[in-house]
């Protein structure tokens, strides 16, 4: 059955959407798509799998008053004056924040289970008050969009669902400037195991199903977090058993990780555009047969947004363009 949410039919008229993806969790990343969004009035805001960051860092009240932390490889001691920056400096690059005081970190180092209830309370509450953002920074026009991907835990679904300003795209279709959009967060297997992967067989049954619901995918939108196999987008490190990069000749050696699945649909049916994500390293833009693929990347760390604005007319794409900022 087809969940068509209509956008923007206007005849004759543009469609300017903004795509960025694997934000992890960087509230710096994060603000300055929704700025973006509206500084560039774009109709569509598309927020790419893997919204949520990957890990807590606690901020320790001690009995003397002061705050201590560990963050980037380094001790802080800081006092409470000292405290807005340090969240703000945590929270930016993709981790979260969480003022505590010495009891509850030692029942953390002694209960794993603790450190996981913290992280899922942290990671719902910040990704709440990420999109109360988007009724402040966005006029009421401007849709915003996001697909979970592999790395975000199922309940982001219930704090996407339950928020009226965003919509979750995985296995909708959506409307957006009279082409139909299919989106998954659904990725072939990594090496960590995330939340969000399936075999490529499973993937492309997934995919198929999803596809099946348009009424002409060779106008759609493919919104897939993983990038299709051997494009150029999907190029990242090959990595030992224990996770570390493979040299060669003193070189890190380079081999596609993408999907298979993926790659498989967009040959067969040839949408107009196919908007991906997942290797932060393989940024670009690629032409399969007729369909133009793209990849922002992702500094999701060094807070910085990486993204294309890209503009329809018609059936056609008249402006693709690359952005950093």
Same mark, same amino acid.
């Given at each position: 059955m087809v969940q068509l949410t209509p956008l923007f039919r206007k005849k004759g008229s543009t469609t300017k959407i903004l795509f960025a993806?694997?934000?992890h969790g960087s509230e710096g990343a994060w603000r300055k798509f929704l700025n973006a969004s509206c500084m560039m009035k774009v109709n569509v805001a @598309?927020?790419?799998g893997d919204l949520t960051g990957k890990m807590i860092v606690p901020i320790v009240e001690r009995k003397d008053g002061k705050y201590s932390y560990y963050f980037?490889?380094?001790?802080h001691l800081i006092n409470s004056t000292k405290l807005e920056?340090?969240?703000?400096? @945590?929270?930016g690059i993709g981790y979260?924040?969480?003022l505590t005081d010495e009891k509850h970190v030692e029942e953390m180092r002694k209960d794993s289970a603790k450190v996981d209830e913290v992280f899922m309370e942290v990671m719902q509450s910040t990704l709440k008050n990420w999109f109360d953002l988007i009724q402040e920074k966005l006029p009421s026009e401007t849709r915003v969009i996001v697909c979970p991907g592999n790395d975000d835990r199922f309940p982001v679904d219930d704090i996407i669902r339950d928020h009226k300003d965003v919509i979750n795209g995985e296995g909708k279709v959506i409307d957006i400037g009279g082409h139909e959009m299919i989106s998954t967060g659904w990725t072939d297997p990594s090496p960590w195991k995330t939340t969000r992967e399936e075999s490529e067989e499973k993937l492309e049954a997934r995919l198929e199903r999803y596809i099946s619901q348009l009424k002409n995918p060779k106008s759609a939108i493919f919104n897939f977090h993983?990038?299709?196999y051997q494009s150029k987008l999907d190029e990242a490190p090959l990595l030992d058993e224990d996770l570390n990069p493979?040299?060669?000749a003193g070189h890190v050696v380079i081999v596609p990780v993408g999907s298979k699945a993926v790659r498989k649909m967009i040959e067969k049916h040839q949408p107009l555009l196919g908007l991906h994500g997942h290797i932060h390293e393989a940024a670009g833009s690629i032409k399969i047969g007729r369909t133009y693929c793209v990849n922002p990347g992702s500094e999701y760390a060094e807070g910085i947004l990486r993204a294309f604005l890209i503009e329809l007319k018609g059936d056609k794409i008249i402006r693709l363009q690359r952005m950093e900022g």
């Open positions: 993806t694997d934000m @598309i927020s790419g980037l490889g380094e001790n920056k340090a969240f703000k400096d @945590i929270q979260y924040a969480y993983s990038p299709p493979v040299l060669q």
